[in-house]
């Protein structure tokens, strides 16, 4: 019998997306245990990874888990801590705050309590404890858990940096996915379209079977290559800028809450997040509604209130395009992350939709031309028949 032929499948781009793409196609497909498959990753020297999803979904446990990476490595080199939800202040009116914690709300037998809901408590205390633990500031996980087990749901808030080469030192010393970093200057196609191999700077042409594209707003492959429109969401989303800022704690022992707190502005919210060494915080906002500097003043009083300090630095300022691209799978490429689409940052969700993608693409991972096309298809028929925003290919995580 003849071996199979060796399949290359090539990810551009070195940020979350393209090293949790990675990590989660290497582990599943067993690439570091094969000889007819390879995963390589090729990331610029030059272009920066946008560097600021610090909030996930428990998704991230599984995900993590099935790369083989030990949940306490993972927290000391990322500066992790514990997110056991979201906790909405003033989005009502001023005061007003209510938790979004990961645990579903209860069942006691047979009494549902979100039917039992007493009129002297939020919803959210009222039917799930774990909204109790995050006012209390203690932890999901007892000491006897055991790796990625708690006794409540909970995901991580981390430094995306730190994330991203956590997670290329794992997956090239364990899951045998190669590296290169340099420029992707264009492609080679075939006929049909499909790209055959992409040219590099400096080390000459990368040929594949199956090429991600992970390389975010660049959209170096499914924008630049194949073109695909963005579908603009700013009739329906009005936020399209952020203003960033890494703040100290006022002390080494100062208090780490487990929620993403997220905190309703005049023209957009204020995320706030903390990591073992600093907080994370940003003001996600309308350019219709606040110019920059009504923006920064936004921000600095909200860091002021925090800390009791001035804004130490410069916050980074990032424009946001909501949207999502009219298809996401072309040819022989499957665009994954802000390459894909992004909308905003509210619930966390790019990072799961990200890891949605890849399990997907593990599940459903082909190189034959044929049954590629019924790939892409079924891909966004099945998301359309559940309502998603078609902004990855995967199905949608509530369904
Ligand atoms: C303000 C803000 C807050 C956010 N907060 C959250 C959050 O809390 N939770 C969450 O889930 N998500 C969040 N997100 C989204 C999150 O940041 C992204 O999902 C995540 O960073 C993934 O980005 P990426 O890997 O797709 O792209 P990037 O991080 O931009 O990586 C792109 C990669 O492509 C490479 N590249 C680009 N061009 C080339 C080229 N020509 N050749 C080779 N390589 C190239 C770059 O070098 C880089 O490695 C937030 C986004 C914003 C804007």
Known sequence: MAPDPM?????????????LTAGILASRLGVAQREDLTITVVESPNVPILGVGEGTWPTIRQSLKVMGVAEDDFLAACDATFKQGSQFDGWRQGGHSYTHPFTPPHRFGDVDLTQAWPADLGF????????ALCRLGLAPKARGNGEYEGIGNYAYHFDAGKVAIFLRDHCTARLGVRHIVDDITGCAQGADGAITALHTRHHGDIAGDMFVDCSGQHGVLIDRIFKVPLVNCRDVLFVDRALAIQVPYPAPDAPIASV????AQAAGWIWDIGLTKRRGM????????????QAFDTLDRYVRQISGKPMASEPRSIGINAGYRERFWVANCVAVG????????????????????????AEHMTFDAGAMAVERSGSTASLIKCGATPSTFSNCIMC
């Open 260 to 263: 993403t707190m997220a905190t």
């Open 338 to 361: 802000v390459a894909s689409g992004f909308v905003e940052p509210l619930e966390a969700s790019s990072i799961a939709m990200i890891e949605m993608s890849a399990n997907h693409l």
């Open 7 to 19: 399949r290359s499948l090539v990810i551009v781009g070195g940020g979350t997306a393209g090293w």
């Open 282 to 293: 940003g003001y996600v906002y309308s350019s219709t509604y606040a110019s920059e500097d």
């Open 124 to 131: 959210d205390e009222a039917v799930c404890f774990q909204t």
